[in-house]
């Protein structure tokens, strides 16, 4: 079996900012019990399960916002994800008492001062990003003026007369949707002011995905919540025209879909553990 282990692999800067500043809460005698997540600290059961044999308590329920989750926290300290919050929930927290710490990647960051500043120079700001996703659900608890676009046919609902428009996006779309919603926006709106913010992890796995060499199965590790996870799957998919499949760790791999494959791929996501695609790749060796 010929195996490609496709580059870059491993924790993007942001998990890593975020994994650090949790073991570093863990290691702080003088930190503020219970220490809770509000929802994952990063996309990956295995790492947030990790952190809850080391005493961190993750707050999450599927359908519930950050502000909603929030209500479940009286006390201790509260570590707010690599996702980013809102002003709200940074608001709640402090009007409750609890230890704040913040875990947001520096690229989430910029985008919420970028949305700042163009909505205070009296900007109509529009947002493209992935519907009751946490980052998306930060950024767009700035105000409730932006305008928020999931796709192409969102934009035929976009009623703008101003000429001063700025566009952002969430920072781990498919850099391939995103060049056709800006290039309609634009096409809409030719004074619109396009501010791509995809991340540049996002962007090399994308393109290392788009231009990987044929093989019969590729195979991406990594958690099924995780938005840069699953554009790859999408990437590999469309643009190298490969099977492709998620897995989360190997005993979730169907094995079946190794038979009669004589070639294979492996990628994963930015918050994927690479000992989950190591022992991925071992197993396939010893087939
Ligand atoms: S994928 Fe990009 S935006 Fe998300 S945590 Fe990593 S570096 Fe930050």
């Known amino acids: 079996m010929k195996i490609n282990k496709i580059e870059p692999q491993g924790y993007c800067h942001g998990v890593i900012n975020a994994i650090n500043i949790a073991n570093k809460i863990l290691q702080n005698n003088d930190i503020k019990k219970p220490i809770y997540f509000l929802g994952s600290i990063i996309h990956n059961s295995h790492v947030i399960k990790d952190f809850e044999e080391k005493g961190i308590i993750t707050i999450d329920e599927k359908g519930k916002s950050r502000l909603e989750l929030l209500d479940m926290i009286d ?9 980013g919050v809102s002003p709200q929930v940074y608001k709640k927290a402090m009007e409750k008492g609890v230890n704040i710490i913040d875990a947001t990647c520096p690229m989430v960051k ?20 992935t519907k009751n996703h946490p980052e998306c659900e930060g950024v767009l608890g700035i105000s409730d003026k932006i305008h ?22 969430q920072t781990t779309l498919s850099i391939y949707d995103i060049k056709d919603i800006f290039n309609e926006l634009k096409n809409k709106y030719p004074s619109i002011l396009i501010d ?36 790859l799957v999408k990437v590999s998919n469309e643009h190298a025209h490969i099977n492709t499949i998620l897995c ?16 294979i791929s492996i990628s994963s996501g930015a918050s994927t553990p690479p000992y989950l695609v190591d022992e991925i790749i071992d197993y396939i060796k010893k087939l």
Request: charged fraction near 25%.
């Open 75 to 83: 006390e201790g300290t509260v570590i707010f994800s690599a996702h």
């Open 110 to 129: 910029l985008v919420h001062n970028k949305m700042d500043k163009y909505l205070n120079l009296g900007y109509e700001c529009i947002y493209i990003g």
């Open 148 to 169: 928020f676009v999931t796709s192409v046919s969102d934009i035929n609902n976009l009623n703008i007369t101003s000429s001063s428009i700025y566009v952002t996006n």
């Open 196 to 231: 791509d913010k995809i991340c540049n992890a996002t962007t090399i796995r994308q393109e290392a995905m788009a231009n990987q060499k044929k093989v019969d199965l590729c195979i991406v590790v990594g958690d099924t919540k995780s938005s840069n996870t699953k554009k």
């Open 248 to 263: 989360e760790d190997l005993k979730s791999l169907d094995k079946s879909l190794l038979k009669n494959v004589k070639s």
